[in-house]
């Protein structure tokens, strides 16, 4: 009797990157036939509802031509009209200025991940270089930076379209309503410019705020130290959490580009905190000297488990603690997370500093 014999293949560790790779470049290609297909459905939208937004318009014009004749009511419903239809128009453009970015995201993977089975695809030994991915099959940290970087525009393009810009499209109503009582009831118009008065300060304080979260230029200009005093003292006064600075050492300035990643990683850690620790009271730590760098976020929250936020690196593409760990690796630095549920959290960072220069 002849016994049959099974065998067992084995793939080598750069064999089996190749297999992970391949299965993801075909779901990367399925993706993008999905955001394709919402791309031109969601442009169909936008066609859509500008011709909406253009016939609203119109019909204000109209009304405006008749404004002493035409009944408050109707001229209250034209105006809602309009707002509504600015509204979803801004969305709709928001959700395809999105999914457009995501296409790119996905294409750009897609060719790094194409460029890689060039490479590695006939490899029967772990002779050949293999890509730089992360572990687990992870992408490559290239990717995940700038995929987080993506998905951070992406919401920092919403917050315009919720915030000033829908605040600057209400100011812009208001100055109309009020010119044209100017002739008929000049004790309304002037309580409607003292309303559009207080509606412009607001969104005015709204957009150098949303300015300075996205780039303090005092950062550029003062540096490090003088731009987290300012930011933490904003940040206690609005969040009604007390927050404290401690700074120690020299106050002397660092290249630009570890000014920016120490004040990412602060802000960062504060917006954690606020956002998800119910923390009562954070302390921050500021030391630089002429070798190193170093800062400490410690809040009385929550706290949290640390292995679960960093084990879910590759499934998260927003700018987290694993993505800025990862950027001060770059940069010779560390990020050590002190953490665990009920007990709060302390966050500790460090950078060499290399040709300082005096403030």
């Known amino acids: 009797m002849t016994k049959q014999r099974t065998e067992t293949v084995t793939l080598t560790p750069a064999q089996q990157r190749t297999e992970e790779n391949r299965t993801e470049y075909d779901q990367i290609q399925k993706q993008l036939k999905e955001v394709d297909m919402l791309i031109q459905q969601t442009s169909a939208e936008v066609d859509r509802l500008s011709q909406r937004n253009a016939q609203v318009t119109n019909r204000v014009k109209q009304t405006e031509l008749h404004f002493d004749t035409v009944p408050r009511s109707e ?3 034209v105006y809602n009209a309009l707002l509504d239809a600015q509204k979803r128009l801004l969305m709709m453009r928001g959700q395809l200025e999105k999914l457009q970015s995501d296409q790119q995201n996905f294409q750009r993977y897609a060719t790094l991940l194409s460029r890689s089975l060039e490479i590695t695809g006939g490899v029967t030994t772990g002779s050949t270089p293999e890509p730089s991915a992360g572990p687990s099959g992870q992408p490559p940290i290239v990717v ?3 995929e987080a970087q993506e998905q951070e525009r992406q919401r920092l393009v919403r917050q315009l379209h919720d915030g000033p810009a829908q605040s600057l499209t209400n100011l812009i109503l208001q100055a109309e309503i009020c010119e044209r009582l100017f002739d008929n009831d000049s004790s309304r118009a002037r309580s409607e410019l003292a309303n559009l008065k207080n509606a412009v300060s607001s969104t005015f ?5 949303f300015m300075f979260d996205l780039r303090p230029m005092m950062l550029d200009d003062l ?5 987290l005093k300012r930011y933490v003292g904003n940040f206690s006064e609005k969040s009604g959490i007390a927050t404290t600075l401690s700074i120690t050492g020299n106050e002397q300035r660092a290249e630009p580009y570890r000014e920016v990643a120490i004040f990412r990683v602060i802000q960062e850690l504060l917006t954690n905190a606020r956002l998800h620790s119910h923390a009562s009271r954070i302390q921050v730590m500021f030391d630089i000297n002429n ?3 170093r800062a400490s976020v410690e809040d009385n929250g929550s706290g949290f488990d640390p ?5 879910a690196t590759g499934q998260r593409k927003t700018i987290g603690l694993p993505t800025q760990r990862e950027r001060l690796e ?3 630095g560390k990020l050590i997370v002190d953490s665990s549920a009920g007990r709060g959290t302390k966050v500790t960072v460090e950078m060499p500093v290399t040709d300082l220069r005096q403030a």
């Open 75 to 77: 001229i209250q419903e």
């Open 144 to 146: 995940r930076i700038i």
């Open 205 to 209: 304080q709204k957009v150098r705020d």
């Open 223 to 227: 540096g490090l130290i003088p731009t």
């Open 291 to 293: 070798d190193m760098i």
């Open 307 to 311: 292995k679960e936020v960093f084990a």
């Open 330 to 332: 770059m940069l010779g």
